[in-house]
């Protein structure tokens, strides 16, 4: 670590090291069957999005098969 500023900036000892170090890491998740899309910080701010996007028509779905279920309840007892 190196004081520039006032301010601790990390410097690597060795940056190739680090480089190879990347560049291993990457491969292994590639072999291990991760898909470049996993890295793209926007294509994963998409997949997020739709993600809360099901879940809201989930919780709408279930909030109207209450009111159904409970306009039902009231139907069956009003007309018996």
């Given at each position: 670590?190196?004081?520039?500023n006032?301010?601790?900036?990390?410097?690597?000892?060795?940056p190739?090291?680090?480089?190879?170090?990347?560049?291993?890491l990457?491969k292994?998740?590639?072999?291990l069957?991760?898909?470049?899309?996993?890295?793209?910080?926007?294509?994963?701010?998409?997949?997020?999005?739709?993600?809360?996007?099901?879940i809201?028509?989930?919780?709408?779905?279930?909030?109207?098969?209450?009111?159904?279920?409970?306009?039902?309840?009231?139907?069956?007892?009003?007309?018996?």
């Amino acid at each position: 670590m190196h004081i520039i500023n006032n301010s601790a900036v990390i410097v690597p000892d060795n940056p190739v090291q680090d480089m190879d170090l990347i560049e291993i890491l990457w491969k292994q998740d590639i072999d291990l069957g991760v898909s470049r899309e996993a890295y793209d910080l926007r294509q994963c701010l998409d997949v997020e999005k739709l993600k809360d996007v099901e879940i809201t028509k989930e919780k709408v779905h279930k909030i109207m098969n209450k009111i159904i279920r409970s306009n039902n309840m009231y139907l069956v007892s009003v007309n018996a």
